[in-house]
């Protein structure tokens, strides 16, 4: 095991430029980075066979340090970016890292049409419950009655799941970690990177300065520790009543199916396009020299 963390170390991190990185001490993105990047080396992947992307905030930051194909793209448009990559290099595995926020705030219609489109990418969610980046603001999983810096007498609007939104919006295959769960963070991402697709990683994540210290949760170790206590595995859950639910996190494979993938039937358009382009100029060709010989 720490064989494997020198070489994940050594082989997929930028030492010479942005080190050391900007993300608070006790912060979850460093555990979702490396899972990631655990996650990458089990698949057998090559380093210039994989792109990430990320839009703004804390979670943006992590295509800096990271020897991939990378790019630092604009708020809530990542995962227009990362289709356009995929379109121009379908061969290419393309990983979108994002915060709950910049993914389902301003970039929630980009969310949802991706899952509908089905397209074979894979969206890393590190959900904190709030912007950490800009100052603590509310996010769309912000939890009823919490305080924020916009909601400083208690937060008056419903979360959603983020897990359950691209369920419903059509994914291909949808998992949710806690980063108190390293080991099994590692194995969804591994399965959503290798699953055809349009891949969803939800990740329960800290942030104890921005949040956590508002709503007297705790530092780093006492929010971590508390995914531990409310975490229930998907098999467990199936099992449990609604009322057994409420406050719980359910973690595990929530979706995994088949369809049609957005990237492959696009390229099936264009190959069929070009037949009927040479078919018609090969017919021109062939009229043009019937005309010449009459």
Avoid at 140 to 161: D, I, L, N, R
Avoid at 190 to 208: D, P, Q, T, Y
Wanted: some cysteine.
């Amino acid at each position: 095991m720490l064989e494997r963390a020198e070489i994940v170390r050594k082989e997929y991190l930028r030492h010479d430029k942005k080190f050391p990185h900007v993300w608070c001490p006790g912060c979850g993105n460093g555990i979702v980075m490396g899972a990631l990047l655990r996650a990458i080396h089990r698949s057998g992947l090559e380093k210039d066979d994989v792109v990430l992307a990320s839009g703004i905030g804390c979670s943006g930051r992590m295509p800096t340090y990271v020897d991939f194909n990378t790019i630092h793209t604009t708020h809530g448009r990542a995962l227009t970016f990362s289709t356009g990559i995929k379109l121009a290099k379908p061969e290419l595995t393309v990983l979108t890292v994002m915060g709950d926020g910049d993914a389902t705030a301003i970039g929630g219609n980009h969310f949802i049409h991706a899952a509908r489109r089905n397209l074979d990418m894979t969206a890393i969610i590190i959900n904190n419950s709030t912007y950490g980046m800009t100052g603590g603001q509310y996010s769309p999983t912000t939890p009823f009655g919490s305080k924020s810096t916009t909601s400083v007498y208690g937060h008056v609007e419903h979360a959603f799941s983020i897990a359950e939104l691209a369920v419903t919006a059509g994914a291909s295959f949808v998992a949710r970690s806690t980063v108190y769960h390293a080991t099994h963070l590692e194995d969804m991402i591994r399965l959503a990177i290798a699953k055809k697709g349009f891949s969803v990683m939800e990740v329960i994540s800290n942030c104890h300065v921005q949040h956590g210290r508002r709503n007297k949760l705790g530092g780093a170790v006492e929010m971590i520790k508390g995914f531990k206590e409310r975490a229930v595995r998907v098999e467990k859950a199936e099992k449990m009543s609604a009322e057994e639910l409420v406050d719980k996190i359910t973690i595990g494979v929530l979706a995994d199916v088949e369809k049609p993938i957005s990237t492959e039937q696009y390229q099936r358009v264009i190959n069929e396009a070009k037949k009927k382009a040479e078919k018609i100029a090969k017919e021109k060709e062939k009229n043009g020299i019937k005309r010449y010989e009459e």
